[in-house]
């Protein structure tokens, strides 16, 4: 939906420390919404074949909304190439975070049943409910674009350094050295 270009559009200038610009979002939005489309669509494509294919294209096009953030004139399709290119190797990172999300997820939903439980037992709960979960859907959708508008920040310092050492590529190495611990394939 386009709420979700939304959030990743204040999650990207919101660490990035730029200025939220309505006007500049409101121009964006409606080549946003198409790449949410295409995305949604190439993804339900690949879930047609299986379930892993459409969770791994998923990870690999994951990166696309913060291209087109970044080059708002860029099509849709490109905006996914060029994501599929930054997560060659570097798949399993996000899927750590993602499994960390998860954890935050379910830990959300322990506390917010209780507290529907809670609520409904007095008048107009229903209506509580439903603000507080939407208050909580929120704050873990924002949580998730944080960590994944992050994460693409390291993928572009990677590429530079990268670019910078030609060789390290060669060697299989997607990442930073860091601690020593090289980023392999």
Do not use: H
Not at 42 to 64: N, Q
Not at 102 to 116: E, F, K
Not at 129 to 150: D, E, K, P, R
């Amino acid at each position: 939906t386009m709420l979700t270009y939304v959030i990743y559009y204040v999650a990207y200038k919101v660490i990035n420390k730029e200025e939220t610009n309505i006007k500049n979002l409101f121009t964006q939005l409606l080549g946003g919404l198409w790449l949410t489309i295409v995305y949604g669509v190439r993804i339900l494509l690949w879930s047609l074949l299986f379930i892993v294919p459409g969770i791994i294209k998923a990870f690999s096009y994951s990166l696309c909304f913060f291209i087109k953030i970044e080059n708002p004139n860029e099509k849709a399709s490109l905006c996914i190439r060029k994501s599929i290119e930054l997560m060659k190797g570097r798949r399993e990172r996000l899927f750590i975070q993602y499994l960390l999300y998860l954890r935050i997820s379910m830990l959300a939903s322990i506390i917010l049943s209780n507290v529907v439980i809670v609520v409904t037992i007095i008048p107009q709960g229903n209506v509580i409910t439903s603000i507080i979960s939407a208050y909580v859907t929120s704050l873990l959708n924002l949580f998730w674009a944080y960590n994944v508008c992050v994460y693409y920040n390291e993928v572009k310092e990677d590429e530079k350094y990268l670019n910078e050492n030609p060789k390290l590529r060669e060697q299989g190495v997607t990442g930073r050295i860091k601690n020593d611990k090289k980023y392999v394939k």
